[in-house]
């Protein structure tokens, strides 16, 4: 009885945390200057399989924006999609392009099937004067087993940005 009742505990607790992973596709190649405004692409929408999720694009630009609103004097969301659009938008008002893309996007029933939400993004940073890349990140997160009905895959997104974008700052 003691090993079922360790076993359900064990279930339980594992289950009931979101887990986040990022692994840097470019280091930082030096830290982000807080005084430098930060305009924000807005991603394609995210799709998996023949499911497509028309507001992914827009929930990850506000949850950059929100990562970058507490370290930067000035951040805004752009409608562009990528480098060129964002340099054209504003090359000259701005010290730093941030262009998320959605690389995968699921957003399960978790309460019902047991299939977790899964989001992965690639977030690149570029400086606006070079439209040099300054850092890339991939960020992976899978939501916690038992969600009770609340969970999506947006909900993922601003703890692992909140870190990466902190760590592109000097403390």
Same mark, same amino acid.
């Given at each position: 009885m003691r090993h079922l009742l360790a076993v359900i505990v064990f279930a339980l607790s594992t289950g009931c945390a979101a887990t986040y992973q990022h692994a840097d596709v470019s280091a =930082?190649?030096?830290?982000? %200057?807080? %005084? &430098? +405004? !930060?305009?924000?692409?807005? =991603?394609k929408p995210g799709a998996y399989g023949k499911t497509e999720y028309p507001a992914s694009g827009d929930h990850v630009a506000v949850a950059t924006r929100s990562a970058f609103a507490?370290?930067?004097?000035?951040?805004? !969301?752009?409608?562009?999609? *990528?480098? =060129?659009?964002?340099?054209?938008?504003? +090359? *000259?008002?701005?010290?730093?392009?941030? !262009? /998320?893309?959605?690389? @995968?996007?699921e957003d399960r029933n978790t309460e019902w099937s047991g299939i977790p939400d899964r989001m992965e993004i690639k977030v690149t940073i570029f400086d606006a004067q070079t439209q040099n890349a300054i850092?890339?990140? !991939?960020?992976?997160?899978?939501? &916690?087993?038992?969600?009770?009905?609340?969970? @999506?895959?947006? *909900?993922?997104?601003?703890? /692992?940005?909140t870190d990466y974008v902190s760590s592109l700052y000097s403390p």
């Open positions: =930082p190649t030096a830290r982000l %200057e807080r %005084e &430098k +405004g !930060v305009l924000i692409a807005t =991603p507490r370290f930067a004097n000035r951040v805004d !969301v752009s409608s562009c999609v *990528d480098l =060129p659009c964002l340099i054209t938008d504003g +090359g *000259d008002r701005y010290g730093y392009f941030a !262009v /998320p893309q959605i690389l @995968h996007w850092a890339s990140t !991939v960020i992976t997160g899978k939501s &916690k087993w038992m969600t009770l009905g609340g969970d @999506h895959p947006q *909900d993922l997104l601003p703890v /692992p940005l």
